[in-house]
T-cell receptor
Framework: DAKTTQPTSMDCAEGRAANLPCNHS???????VYWYRQIHSQGPQYIIH???NNETNEMASLIITEDRKSSTLILPHATLRDTAVYYC????????FGPGTSLSVIP | NAGVTQTPKFQVLKTGQSMTLQCAQD?????MSWYRQDPGMGLRLIHY???????DQGEVPNGYNVSRSTTEDFPLRLLSAAPSQTSVYFC??????????FGNGTRLTVT
């Protein structure tokens, strides 16, 4: 199971793009990269996932490097409601969450 | 689809009591898992299952039992509740490489 490393915390100005990095250097060829977020004590919310290609949905974009050892989650226009803990996961079996990145969106 | 349903939403137990937290999903997902989240802390994996009849331990399995007799249900049993088990419990499910779907959680207090 691939381990991931994320910065502990980040700040982003409201309206600007938030770029959240994740390292997953031990990811295997068939393991996807998943991003979730958790706001306060609500259940984690799925954001986006991808295998090799960059992905975009209504919430965010996911950029995966060609060697697949790292990725970046992009929230294009961060709002105050995007303040949350963001988790990067690189396995779909025995899913263990690390501490994630605490993103603070500042007015 | 109702998704992942957890019951009860809230529960208060006395030390030493036992109880079962229920988790059901109607998406025919093979993979199901239980997490606990203590105040101000991250999610920790308790037990998980990759299919009916198969369960395995996560990071913090002590004090909890699980079984998976059907694809839909994955109950979590507290054998003898302790104050250290006061937490919010989340159940999640997925199919193959699809993302995890989470329930809304059960808030458990042990006094």
């Amino acid at each position: 199971d691939a381990k991931t490393t994320q910065p502990t915390s980040m700040d982003c100005a409201e309206g600007r793009a938030a770029n959240l990095p994740c390292n997953h250097s031990t990811i295997s060829g068939n393991e996807y990269v998943y991003w979730y977020r958790q706001i306060h004590s609500q259940g984690p919310q799925y954001i986006i996932h991808g295998l090799k290609n960059n992905e975009t949905n209504e919430m965010a974009s996911l950029i995966i490097t060609e060697d697949r050892k790292s990725s970046t989650l992009i929230l294009p226009h961060a709002t105050l409601r995007d303040t949350a803990v963001y988790y990067c996961i690189a396995t779909y079996d025995k899913v263990i969450f690390g501490p994630g990145t605490s993103l603070s969106v500042i007015p | 689809n109702a998704g992942v349903t957890q019951t009860p939403k809230f529960q208060v137990l006395k030390t030493g009591q036992s109880m079962t937290l229920q988790c059901a999903q109607d998406m025919n997902h093979e993979y199901m898992s239980w997490y606990r989240q203590d105040p101000g802390m991250g999610l920790r994996l308790i037990h998980y299952s990759v299919g009916a009849g198969i369960t395995d331990q996560g990071e913090v399995p002590n004090g909890y039992n699980v079984s998976r007799s059907t694809t839909e249900d994955f109950p979590l049993r507290l054998l003898s509740a302790a104050p250290s088990q006061t937490s919010v419990y989340f159940c999640a499910s997925s199919a193959g490489t699809t993302p995890l779907h989470f329930g809304n959680g059960t808030r458990l207090t042990v006094t």
